[in-house]
């Protein structure tokens, strides 16, 4: 089992391609724009798609999903 969906790679790949209108079309089809900044660049608005991408494709079910989290709060815990 994988900790994405089938399908993810090919979403990065086509958020690769898109361009800037359509990445804001993609990012108001998901989860907003609420986490660009004011003056955001195209590669924000990049990063921004990326990171809504991943979100959608994650299955938070998954035993690598639990591994990754686990692993990640006992980072944030170490600091």
Excluded: W
């Amino acid at each position: 089992m994988s900790m994405y969906y089938e399908g993810y790679t090919e979403a990065r790949a086509a958020v690769a391609a898109m361009t800037e209108q359509e990445i804001l079309n993609y990012l108001d089809a998901l989860y907003g724009r609420d986490n660009l900044p004011e003056n955001f660049t195209t590669d924000d608005l990049r990063m921004e798609a990326y990171e809504q991408c991943r979100q959608e494709f994650t299955d938070t079910s998954s035993k690598e999903y639990e591994i990754v989290e686990f692993y990640t709060k006992l980072h944030k815990a170490m600091k």
